[in-house]
């Protein structure tokens, strides 16, 4: 079946976001007690919900985080992005060459995608057309903002595309009854390799890989 709707997943893929994020985090909780490297602090979190990343940061420093810790953390992240976030490299030149409707499907709260995408000059391409698992109350590796971005599009879930980097994400795009491309480092293919998804490297592939057939 031809592909008649591409859904975007945005830390990763549309923003390149996951170290500077990551990154953000480590040095917070570095604060309160807890040494976590920014490799393990990304295999950890990658593509999960905040409510769960706090979980295992709770665990591992074995209590409570301060009642405003999210919402100091979304702030430093906030100050992070308006300095230094940038587009994910060949993603413009790939949305250029996408002649067909496209949205954003993110676990992040809308106003955290807003400001990614605004940042990043991306925003004009999406507005009104993102979805964020804070609107619905589900997170990835359920299929259900998935759903939610096509039917909300007007497209069956066998005609939709999901682009994703991580496993959660893609977890999420195969239970919906989507086609899944993997945008993911090289290093990461195995990870990768148990689920139906087809992996690329380079977002310049992007295009190309959209208009193949299933």
Not at 103 to 113: D, L, N, Q, R
Not at 145 to 162: D, E, N, W
Not at 184 to 199: D, G, K, N, T, Y
Request: with cysteine; aromatic share 8%.
């Amino acid at each position: 079946m031809q592909t008649e709707l591409v859904i975007f997943d945005c830390d990763g893929v549309l923003v390149d976001s996951e170290a500077l994020g990551n990154r953000v985090l480590v040095e917070f909780v570095t604060e309160l007690g807890l040494a976590l490297e920014l490799e393990e602090a990304i295999l950890l979190f990658k593509g999960c919900k905040m409510a769960d990343c706090v979980a295992v940061i709770e665990d591992k420093l074995g209590r409570k985080m301060p009642p405003d810790f999210v919402t100091q953390l979304r702030a430093r992240t906030a100050e992070v992005f308006e300095r230094e976030l940038r587009p994910v490299e060949g993603i413009e030149a790939a949305l250029d060459k996408i002649d067909l409707p496209i949205c954003v499907a993110s676990s992040g709260p809308v106003e955290k995608i807003k400001l990614a995408l605004r940042v990043t000059n991306l925003l004009p391409r999406f507005e009104g057309r993102i979805f964020s698992s804070y609107e619905i109350g589900s997170w990835k590796p359920a299929p259900d903002l998935f759903l939610y971005a096509a039917k909300h599009m007007g497209f069956q879930a066998t005609s939709c595309t999901v682009v994703e980097d991580s496993i959660l994400g893609v977890r999420a795009g195969v239970a919906a009854g989507m086609r899944v491309l993997g945008y993911i480092a090289p290093s990461e293919r195995a990870l990768f390799e148990s689920f139906e998804v087809r992996v690329f490297h380079s977002m310049y592939q992007l295009p190309s890989l959209v208009l193949q057939q299933i």
